[in-house]
């Protein structure tokens, strides 16, 4: 297969979903549906009142994220690729994210919150109709402190899961791999997580983490490889892109179709997002991941049709990034079968590329984003072709960097 020596020289690529079918045609053949997004929804606002308590910073109680409008950031594409970039150019600031500073605010956050409320309610001290501000109080604390979670990470979600966790007084432990950065290590720590640390990748920090977990009958394990909530989750931020745009003016249909381009690690955070996406807006948008050269573990999957069943390493490659949020070599089997038909396609970046975008980024609009979360810049290059005659609005999800530290951003600024 062509495509897959591509993939082994660690070329650049652009794959179009030769399965992609019209979301009507296939909607009701997923293991989700509208109503998991809609009651996802729903909970979160049941936590809006605990939420805006303990972080005050959240307005609303609701963890949102704006869109950024960049037009000199498009002018910059224009030049930096020597070709046009059709439409108007947004970037989805979910760096901006509270508590977490990334789209792992989303899953995350939301599948801690739904797991406390189901103990709690189990538990006999909490029903559906209280307010859930008493959420944060000793007796919650103590109640939750008996409960363990645990989850395995490259960095990010260990950082939602572990604050949201401890904040709820759970017990928490976090199975970092080998390319954790250690900052995040050392925030988690002072939060009161047990950081578990492994000289491996991604995979093996799962693994190692589901069998700890699964030793101790009161912990939870977030499967960040198979877990139904942390998707539903990043679903709730696609569907909440419309009343947003709306308020902005912007419309989408046929003519305006919105192009979204979503940094992908295991998939759950992009593959959510994009379900979401679809339930709003259907066909008028179309989604594409963006992967490493040296971990396209989705767009592998994808295209091999054989999902977890295959790694990076089968073909040779090392899964070796600076996008530390992107590192993992095999992709969620969940996600890959629920993208089959709804992805238009995935492309692949060289790391040399995403230091480039993050610096003109930085330069051009004024605003920091993480090596990981840059991934999506060279979509509209990609697709430029694919939207002659229209208007698309190009969405480029910028995924996280609000938590790194200044040192850290002078370090990536200067690569
Ligand atoms: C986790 C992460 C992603 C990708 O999410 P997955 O669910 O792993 O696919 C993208 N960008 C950043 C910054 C992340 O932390």
């Known amino acids: 297969m062509d495509l897959i020596n591509e993939l082994k020289l660690m070329r650049e690529v652009m794959w179009s979903n030769p399965g992609y079918m019209g979301f009507k045609d296939y909607c009701d053949t997923i293991p989700v549906t509208e109503d998991d997004v809609r009651d996802a929804e729903a909970r979160l606002k049941r936590f809006a009142p605990y939420i805006s308590k303990v972080f005050p910073e959240v307005v609303d109680g609701i963890i949102e994220s704006p869109i950024s409008y960049i037009p000199n950031m498009r002018e910059w594409l224009v030049e930096y690729s020597g070709g046009p970039v059709p439409g108007l150019l947004y970037l989805k ?72 966790s401890a904040c709820l007084g759970f017990k928490v432990i976090v199975h970092m791999s080998s390319d954790a950065r250690a900052w995040k290590k050392a925030m988690l720590r002072s939060k009161g997580v047990t950081v578990v640390e492994y000289p491996y990748d991604y995979s093996i920090a799962v693994e190692e983490g589901r069998k700890n977990s699964d030793l101790d009958p009161l912990s939870h394990f977030v499967d960040d490889e198979n877990s139904k909530d942390l998707f539903l989750g990043y679903a709730v931020g696609g569907v909440r892109v419309k009343a947003q745009l709306d308020s902005m003016g912007i419309v989408i249909d046929e003519e305006h179709p919105l192009a979204v381009y979503l940094p992908c690690g295991v998939g759950g955070g992009p ?26 573990c989705m767009l592998l999957g994808l295209a091999t049709g054989k999902h977890d069943q295959i790694a990076v390493e089968d073909i040779g490659l090392d899964n070796k990034t600076e996008a530390d949020g992107l590192a993992v070599g095999r992709p969620s089997s969940f996600v890959g079968r629920i993208m089959e038909h709804l992805l238009s396609g995935a492309f692949t970046i060289d790391d040399k590329r995403l230091f480039q975008y993050l610096k003109a980024l930085y330069e051009r609009e004024g605003i920091f984003i993480e090596p990981s979360a840059t991934a999506g810049f060279s979509g509209p290059i990609f697709t430029r072709d694919q939207y002659k005659g229209k208007e698309p609005v190009q969405l480029v999800w910028a995924t996280g960097g609000s938590l790194v530290p200044q040192e850290e951003r002078k370090f990536f600024l200067n690569k």
């Open 93 to 164: 600031r979910d760096d901006l994210l509270n508590i977490a500073g990334s789209i792992k605010a989303r899953g995350g956050i939301y599948e801690v919150l739904k797991h406390a409320e189901t103990l709690a309610i189990k538990g006999g001290l909490l029903s559906e109709e209280d307010d859930y501000s008493v959420l944060d109080s000793d007796p919650f604390r103590e109640f939750f402190g008996r409960h363990t979670i645990q989850v395995g990470s490259t960095g990010n979600l260990g950082l939602s899961i572990g604050i949201m």
């Open 271 to 296: 593959g959510g997002v994009a379900y979401g996406l679809k339930l709003v807006y259907g066909d008028n948008v179309h989604c594409y991941f963006a992967e490493p050269t040296h971990s396209p």
